[in-house]
Every structure is written in C-alpha cells, then in structure tokens.
C-alpha cells in the first residue's frame, strides 16, 4: 500500500490543521492505520491510530481532547483532526499502515510496515 500524508503548515498556537492520509494499491479496510510524529533530535512518537474494519481508535493519552481520528473508507482517507496546537506539537507528522498490528503493539513503530512520506507541522508561540 502506498500512503500519502498532507495538511501540514504553520499555524499559531491554539490554531487547528487537518491532516490527511490517503492509501492507495491495496485494500484499504485490511489495514490498521497510524500517525506519528517526530520533532527535530527526538524519537518518532505515536500519535493515533484506526483500525479500519472495525470500529476501534487510539489516542496517545496526552493528546486526548485537542487530536481526533477519523476515516473515510469510501476516499481510502484517514483523517488526524488536531486542536488548540501548541509549540511543542511542532513535528513532522507520518502516516503508517499495517494489515498485521496487534492492539496491544499499536504504539509500536516497528509495529507498522508501510509509511508515508510525511507532513511538516509548525506552530508559533
């Protein structure tokens, strides 16, 4: 599957960005799909995740309340809804995929084997 991430740009704090990932070259409801996001000189760190056939998500605990995951099955498009942005959520943001993630790995990048080529995020003070 090929992944498409958009919708990044530079936004003050407490602005909103949708970002979107589109999957393309293969079944998109047999995947599980992830973001991610790396800072400069820091890990790359779950953000969301959806699972597509089914009707589970997960937020990184201290994102919840600001970050919301959605899907579009019917345009293969998942959806990272992100509020009241701050500095510090400045990172480049990236869409990940896998048919095979278990739940109790889903923070787990090596968990995920197909990835998107990223999205940059800045917010300003």
């Known amino acids: 599957v090929q992944l498409q991430a958009s919708g990044g740009g530079s936004v003050q704090a407490g602005g909103s960005l949708r970002l979107s990932c589109v999957a393309s070259?293969?079944?998109?409801?047999?995947?599980?799909v992830a973001w991610f996001r790396q800072a400069p000189g820091k890990e790359r760190d779950f953000v969301a995740s959806?699972?597509?056939?089914?009707?589970?998500?997960d937020i990184e605990e201290s994102l919840k309340g600001r970050f919301t995951i959605s899907r579009d099955n019917a345009k293969n498009t998942v959806y990272l809804q992100t509020d009241s942005l701050r500095p510090e959520d400045t990172a480049v943001y990236y869409c990940?995929?896998?048919?095979?993630?278990?739940?109790?790995?889903?923070?787990?990048?090596?968990?995920?084997?197909?990835w998107g080529q990223g999205t940059l995020v800045t917010v300003s003070s």
């Open positions: 990940t995929a896998s048919s095979s993630v278990i739940r109790s790995n889903i923070a787990s990048r090596t968990a995920y084997g197909y």
């Open positions: 959806i699972k597509i056939r089914g009707d589970y998500r």
């Open positions: 070259g293969d079944t998109f409801s047999r995947f599980t």
